[in-house]
């Protein structure tokens, strides 16, 4: 069987009148030459009874139990992938018709083995929003970890090689996989660009990430991994200075939900990276001397 030029990696849990915009941006490529892998999460029999009305040969579902771990889900499609470079898409986004073929020719003649590309964000119903667009390029480390560069996962196309060197998604990042593999892949090769809105991300309340004391934990655990991967005294200067950063938010964030041990623990944990920062110390100061004051009980955010 030939091999498609490119894979697409597409994890799916419910939410289908969005993925049926993703699907239906995929079969409108001008380039033809594709596999769609789309991995289902367990999803509702609504959605699953969709994706079994998918004849085209070039789509393939993978029928998985419920994860809920989108990096867990990625591989499992990335596993089954055979075209020498994979894209990603989401259930929720989608793409510009030409999206496939500027990309696959730009990384053909750029010498670079991924890139991303611009984008454009729209509304639940697909009114267009206003974003900043900051076009990033090259060997970034640290705009990656700080998450300056704004990489967009549906707007990636990577070697598949290059996908397999790095190990692909670290399952155990739960929010900011992305960002996390993109750090493994830039200490690889340069990021390369195509400065193009080639693809559509859609903003609404339905999303897998949240904010608040749970965000800051795995922004913690980005930068724990970041430390470890950086060859570059500068990177490795820069990830301190966002631990140092990080901590001191963590600490607020766990105090402000009631979860005081948590806030103790985060203080210990987090004196090697912090102790030198004025604003490390200041929000552990704040933090502990709401730790010392009697609970009054949980505030609104943790009982939401």
């Known amino acids: 069987m030939k091999r498609p030029a490119v894979s697409i990696v597409l ?64 591989n499992a499609a990335l596993a089954e992938a055979r075209a020498d470079h994979v894209a990603f898409l989401d259930s929720d986004d989608y793409w510009r018709p030409a999206k496939l073929a500027r990309q696959l020719e730009h990384l053909r003649t ?13 509304g639940p119903q697909g009114d267009p929003l206003a974003h900043r667009w900051i076009p990033s390029r090259g060997s970034i480390f640290r705009d990656i970890v700080s998450m300056r560069a704004h990489i967009a996962l549906p707007t990636v196309m990577a070697e598949r090689a290059l996908l397999e ?7 155990g990042q739960v929010q900011h996989g992305d960002y996390e593999l993109w750090l493994r892949l830039v200490l690889r090769g340069e990021l390369g660009l195509l400065d193009e809105p080639l693809a559509v991300v859609r903003n609404h309340r339905d999303h897998y990430t ?22 570059d005294p500068r990177d490795r200067a820069a990830v301190r200075t966002l631990r140092a950063r990080n901590a001191g938010d963590l600490m607020r964030a ?37 730790v010392r004051r009697p609970a009054a009980g949980p505030s609104p955010r943790a009982m939401a």
């Not at 949240?210 to 060859?231: I, T």
């Not at 979860?259 to 929000?283: D, E, I, L, M």
Request: with cysteine; glycine share 8%; charged share 25%.
């Open 165 to 171: 060197e790095a190990g692909g998604f670290d399952a």
């Open 110 to 122: 750029s010498g670079v083995r991924w890139s991303h590309t611009g984008y454009e964000c729209v």
């Open 210 to 231: 949240r904010g608040g004391a749970w965000a800051l934990r795995w922004k913690r655990r980005l930068y724990e991994k970041a430390q470890s991967l950086a060859r």
């Open 254 to 290: 766990e105090v402000a939900d009631g979860r005081r041990a948590a806030a103790r623990q985060t203080f210990v944990a987090t004196f090697a990276v912090g102790w030198w920062r004025p604003r490390w110390w200041a929000s552990a100061a704040l933090a502990l001397l709401r």
């Open 11 to 74: 994890p799916v849990y419910n939410r289908l009148p969005y993925l049926r915009d993703s699907v239906a941006s995929v079969l409108a490529q001008t380039c033809a030459d594709w596999e769609l892998l789309i991995a289902d999460d367990g999803s509702d029999e609504e959605t699953r009874a969709y994706l079994r009305t998918q004849v085209d040969p070039r789509i393939r579902v993978l029928w998985l139990p419920h994860l809920g771990n989108p990096g867990a889900v990625r």
